[in-house]
């Protein structure tokens, strides 16, 4: 019955495509004037203009969005309970990190949640093994699903990196505390890129220019046009907001 289940959901994954591999152009400093739509229009923050989508193209590259059977897939995941509790777990145990880097970046926790849930919940099987990532198969990897470019970005490595450096890669990549690390400054670059500054205290549910920005950082991230849309709804998921913004209590003792 297992590996039954295992056949159907890695034959529906051969049309479930996640990451994008273009490389930006981040010779052009000039940041986009994003959103090109009226705030006052008040339309939906996962919404693009054609504008956008044409500079998106130029400066990054986009995509069209999932197969609608890779859509059906992922809001499928989305519904099997013990899947969502088992990433909600594995999200708690890096929740101090994801908390401080979004501290020290002046970015919204709330964000890097989402996109951490969404790509944990939606991980191919064995996806994130050492044997995987050396096959070739993926072209992303970790619990952020980026890729070794974002590396090169972010100058942790040379464009033409030795393999050497290409295995050292590999291990951070595949370590979960530093993908999220790497996550948090591809948002801080992306940020600098599309607004020309790093000062962005971003909130979704006071303003709509925010949304909209970190609809396109979702957007950037993962290159599907449908994306962004996951990504806000997760941003107003209770139980990653328990994650983030509550605080337990420690258990009393025992002993009187």
Do not use: C
């Amino acid at each position: 019955m297992r590996a039954t289940a295992l056949a159907g959901i890695g034959l529906a994954l051969n049309f479930f495509v996640v990451g994008s591999t273009h490389q930006p152009d981040l010779a052009s400093s000039t940041p986009l004037p994003l959103p090109l739509i009226s705030e006052t229009a008040r339309t939906d923050p996962a919404d693009f203009s054609a504008a956008e989508l044409q500079q998106l193209q130029r400066r990054f590259g986009v995509h069209g969005p999932q197969t609608p059977l890779a859509q059906l897939f992922t809001a499928g995941l989305d519904h099997w309970i013990p899947l969502r509790s088992h990433t909600i777990t594995r999200l708690e145990a890096l929740m101090p990190l994801i908390k401080q880097e979004a501290k020290n970046r002046n970015l919204n926790p709330m964000l890097l949640t989402a996109i951490l849930y969404d790509e944990m919940q939606h991980a191919k099987p064995g996806e994130d093994s050492a044997l995987a990532m050396q096959s070739g198969l993926f072209q992303t990897h970790g619990v952020a699903q980026l890729g070794i470019e974002e590396l090169i970005h972010q100058g942790l490595l040379p464009k033409q990196p030795s393999p050497s450096q290409m295995a050292w890669a590999q291990q951070e990549l595949l370590n979960p505390e530093r993908n999220v690390s790497i996550l948090a400054g591809k948002m801080q670059r992306l940020i600098k890129a599309l607004k020309g500054t790093t000062k962005a205290n971003l909130n979704a549910s006071t303003s709509y220019r925010d949304a909209h920005l970190m609809a396109t950082l979702a957007y950037l991230h993962n290159g599907k046009l449908d994306y962004p849309t996951r990504i806000l709804k997760y941003m107003q998921d209770p139980a990653l907001h328990g994650l983030v913004y509550s605080s337990r209590e420690p258990s009393p003792s025992s002993i009187i």
